[in-house]
Every structure is written in C-alpha cells, then in structure tokens.
C-alpha cells in the first residue's frame, strides 16, 4: 500500500540563516513595547488611569449630494422596476407596463379628470399590473441605490 502525505518532510533550515546570529543579540521587545505605549497614551487613543474612559462615538453621515422631488423618484423607481422586468425576460408584462405608461400620460394630458394625478394613477395601475413580487424588489432596490449614492427622497415612496 501506497502513503501519500499532503505535507512535505521536514528539513533543516537553510544554512545561510544563522540562528546562533539572533540569539546572541539582547532583545529588544521591551524597549519597543515602553515606547509604542508611551505614543499611543500621549496620542489620546488610551485613557490614563485617572481619567474617565473615552466613548468612541461615531457621528451620523446626514451629508447627502442631492434630494430627489417626488416626480424624479417616481421616474427612477418606473425605471428600476422596468429593468426588473426586462431582465427576468417577461418580455410581454414589460410591453403591458409600457403601454400602462403611454395610456396614463395620453389620458392626463387629454385633461382626463381620473388622470389628474399622473403619478398616482401610473403607480396604482402599474403596481397592479406587475404585481407585488416586482415592485417590492425594485422598491428595495430604489431604497438602496439612494442610499448608496447619498439621495435623500423627498417622500417616502408609497
């Protein structure tokens, strides 16, 4: 029976470490150590034994590069949730969608008094189109790119 081993023998070391070389020398870790801790505590990263512990705090980001209206995050959302659909490859709820969109801008622009509020009656007639797993993927997905580029919404989107 064959042994295969995993690992290679042991061996000696190299002969051009010499480690009689670092025995011979006085260490130095001690040295170091006092020094290193005597930055650090002049630093302020540690508290002397006398003083209070300092808390670390983190401050909030609240810093955003821009706000978007009501009408941007809407069209953001339409097109997130657009490519949602498209890359699930329903080819034929993308083309409903679209026309969903197309008829409800028709109608308000027509002064369509159920139409009035193009954003309202696109966003209910889409959502019940394309159905909740859809638009609460790409709800997320809006939430998240607005986060992840600094966006604050003007409204929560509904």
């Known amino acids: 029976m064959l042994k295969v081993s995993l690992h290679p023998p042991l061996q000696k070391p190299p002969s051009f470490i010499a480690l009689s070389a670092y025995s011979s020398t006085p260490s130095r870790f001690p040295e170091l150590l006092t020094q290193v801790l005597q930055v650090r505590n002049t630093m302020g990263c540690h508290p002397q034994p006398d003083q209070a512990p300092i808390k670390a705090t983190r401050k909030p980001d609240n810093t955003y590069s821009r706000t978007l209206s009501e009408q941007e995050q809407f069209l953001v959302f339409v097109k997130i949730l657009f490519l949602f659909i498209k890359k699930d490859g329903d080819e034929n ?3 409903q969608a679209r ?3 197309k008829t409800c801008i028709q109608r ?5 008094p159920d139409y009035a509020s193009l954003r309202e009656s696109v966003q209910s007639q889409l959502r019940r189109t394309v ?3 859809y638009w609460v993927r790409a709800k997320h997905s809006f939430i998240y790119h607005c986060r992840r580029n600094r966006i604050r919404m003007a409204r929560p989107l509904g």
Do not use: E, K
């Open 99 to 101: 026309a969903i969109v």
């Open 108 to 112: 308000n622009r027509n002064d369509d």
């Open 131 to 133: 159905g909740d797993p």
């Open 93 to 95: 709820l993308l083309l």
